[in-house]
């Protein structure tokens, strides 16, 4: 039995040596080839990978202006608003403040109401040229646009 194991031994040997020798014949490139490829791929790829955060840095900085340019314009529209109901505002405490001066509209209740430098005058007058002269007054006022006088003459008068 020795002399089957021998040669048992003998040929698994020779086919040990026959595989080493194929592998090493399908293989036409040295370690050294190998690296210098693995080497040249990583380059590649960290070519490719620097090319893509380039363009998404690119996209990202698109992006946050375009947020900033946004937020800008939302934040100047909310600065107009809040003017313009300012100057409403002045405008109405102004018309209020000319109407309480006149003798004989200020003991009259007068709702004034303004929108955009658009005023409208809502109450009572005792006489016509007392309803003439509100929108007069309310008129002479700086930054009124348009007067609407919806005054009604009080029948009382």
């Keep these: 039995m ?25 293989e036409d490139q040295t370690v050294g080839q190998r690296l210098d490829n693995a080497v040249e791929q990583t380059k ?3 070519s490719e990978l ?7 840095t690119q996209e990202l900085r698109a992006d946050a202006s375009t947020a900033t340019q946004d937020a ?14 300012a100057a409403d505002l002045a405008i109405t ?7 309480a ?6 003991a ?11 005023v409208e005058l809502k109450g009572t007058a005792p006489d016509a040229a ?15 646009v348009k007067v609407d006088n919806n005054l009604t003459i009080d029948a009382k008068s």
């Excluded at 909310?78 to 003017?83: G, L, N, Q, R, S």
């Excluded at 405490?93 to 109407?99: F, P, Q, T, Y």
Aim: aromatic share 2%; net charge positive; with cysteine.
């Design 2 to 26: 020795k002399r089957n194991t021998r040669y048992a031994a003998l040929a698994a040997a020779a086919m040990a040596t026959s595989l080493i020798v194929a592998c090493g014949q399908a």
């Design 44 to 46: 590649e790829a960290g």
């Design 50 to 56: 620097s090319a893509e955060a380039k363009s998404a």
């Design 72 to 85: 800008k314009a939302a934040g100047s529209e909310a600065v107009d608003k809040i003017a313009a109901g």
């Design 93 to 99: 405490a102004k018309v209020n403040a000319a109407l």
């Design 101 to 106: 001066e006149d003798k004989q509209l200020s």
């Design 108 to 118: 009259l209740k007068i709702n004034v109401d303004t929108s955009n430098g658009h």
């Design 130 to 144: 007392s309803r003439d002269r509100a929108t007069v007054l309310a008129a002479a006022v700086e930054g009124v």
